[in-house]
């Protein structure tokens, strides 16, 4: 038996995994023109939580432990979607913070990417991340093993369609065409409208970390079921979480500029519902994740840490 | 025997093959918002010569001929990537267009998506083009045959490999740090930088768009080298005879602001070479990849038409 890990020491090896396959996620140059390789490398180097390609990397573990194989392995398929999924993740952020978009100055406690690098090139190192991540897809985990090969196209799938027009992509075209100002803060917008903008906007790579995993560890129908009702469940939480957060956290904590969703007059959860009942919705998303993870037959899993981190954080 | 078919019918007949492909490439609303659907739309059906496509669909073709397969088995196999590089094509021009890249406010005899729909949509409307481009490949063609699904992936990654960091956004990248204005018209380009930005800029996605044609039919790996250095030639030409154009032709003729890469100061084969010799290097271009191919024992195919449709093209 070895030790039960904690949960801290879980997300740092984890993480590690992760810092070290996306040093090498990039072509280099001058393969890769350094001006535009530099400026990738800049948003994606800035750190974050990387809580897509650590939950990515949980899922397939999950599968691993329901099909008695050997988790390390199930790290090693999984690890290209997970820096996949950050690298898309990243893109999103830059393009996000241009001026014409939300039109933000700092991300993750730097100056944004537009700030120190221009606009022109902004717009291309984001080009670059979304597509790097597919060509990453398509060159990793080398197998000949005509079973991965197929996983790994239903991978880039997955990724795609979560990132595309009818989720992420679609979610941020949801964002910019709400413009609650005029009629007062989030006045216009009812909760069904942003749980459904919210899901796709960031819900969607959410669900799709998880279901990634999944499908790359071989885990089957019903899993993946299981695993992608879980992946919706913390994508909604997440979400909470970040309205919470907008509120309660300082600039500082947070890495960018707080309580700007509020001044912008952009629908909140504790907007519409306060800050405890908001607090109490993301608990309840991680506690119905656990009781369809069991209904399912996983296990005691890593995947409900992660959702507990999750809810937790503090920025 | 079937009669011998014009050039022109050839044409015809494949861009039909993808414009009705192309209707149905991207996600319905309302599982894609409209807003952002629609934005996608008015730019992938401003027409266009389908070129990319088109070849794709050629050198599918090519292969076909050569190990004496159905065509049109050879067209429905590679009409997905053919699709995929029009959405690529297509995000980039828009990309491009914007005015923090080239601000053109024309484009395909139209207004440029950032001026109807405004900036941060056609930013992400680019973004969506590019996403859903990797969706389609990772959903078509269906086929449970585990050779074409390893073709599929490999067709993911010389297109993501095409269009990165390596490829189009790099050609891009280099393209944009490039600031001809103070020293003279290209004064400070010399032929080869000029050169190596146009190959990563346009050459690499259409030698991506023969490559993923002849993959996709089955082609070995010797008729996939001959096509590849084919489609490096074309893409050479092309991009000859468009610094030609925008020299020889009107505005209204190309459908964009003609004269704007002289006016701006651009590096252009023209300005390094003259008009004569420009129109004869992309022949030449087209000369060495007849040779190149009949080397590689493909008989008369229509791929040397395409190539001369490149070079002869008014717009």
């Known amino acids: 038996m070895t030790p039960p890990v904690t949960l801290e020491a879980y997300l740092d090896a984890r993480r590690a995994e992760v810092e070290a396959a996306l040093a090498h ?38 599968v691993a432990g329901q099909r008695g194989t050997d988790p390390a392995e199930a790290h090693a398929l999984a690890l290209p979607a997970a820096c996949a999924l950050e690298l898309i993740h990243t893109y999103s952020l830059v393009h996000d913070d241009l001026p014409a978009m939300d039109n933000d100055t700092m991300r993750r406690g730097k100056p944004t990417l537009h700030v120190v690098a221009g606009e022109g090139m902004a717009i291309l190192a984001g080009d670059g991340l979304l597509t790097e991540a597919f060509a990453l897809l398509a060159r990793e985990p080398v197998s000949e093993d005509p079973a991965v090969i197929s996983r790994r196209l239903q991978v880039v799938g997955v990724i795609a369609t ?22 007062g803060p989030g006045a216009s917008i009812d909760a069904a409208a942003l749980r459904a903008m919210h899901a796709r906007k960031t819900g969607a790579l959410i669900t799709a970390a998880a279901v990634a995993g999944a499908v790359i560890a071989g885990g089957d129908a019903s899993a993946v079921a299981a695993i992608r009702r879980c992946g919706e469940r ?18 500082a904590d947070l890495g960018k500029t707080a309580g700007k969703d509020a001044a912008a007059g952009k629908p909140t959860y504790p907007a519409l519902y306060g800050l405890a009942e908001s607090k109490q919705m993301a608990r309840a998303c991680i506690d119905d994740a656990a009781t369809d993870l069991r209904a399912a037959g996983f296990g005691d899993t890593r995947l409900l840490d992660i959702g507990r981190w999750i809810v937790d954080r503090t920025h």
């Open 25 to 62: 996620a990039l072509p280099p140059a001058p393969d890769c023109p350094a001006i535009v390789g530099e400026a990738m490398r800049y948003s994606l180097d800035a750190g974050g939580k990387r809580l897509r390609p650590i939950l990515c990397l949980a899922a397939a573990d999950a």
């Open 234 to 251: 913390f994508g909604l939480a997440f979400q909470i979480v970040d309205d919470v957060l907008d509120v309660e956290a300082t600039s």
């Open 162 to 183: 979560a990132a595309g027009g009818t989720g992420m992509v679609g979610g941020q075209a949801l964002d910019l065409a709400m413009d609650p100002q005029g009629s």
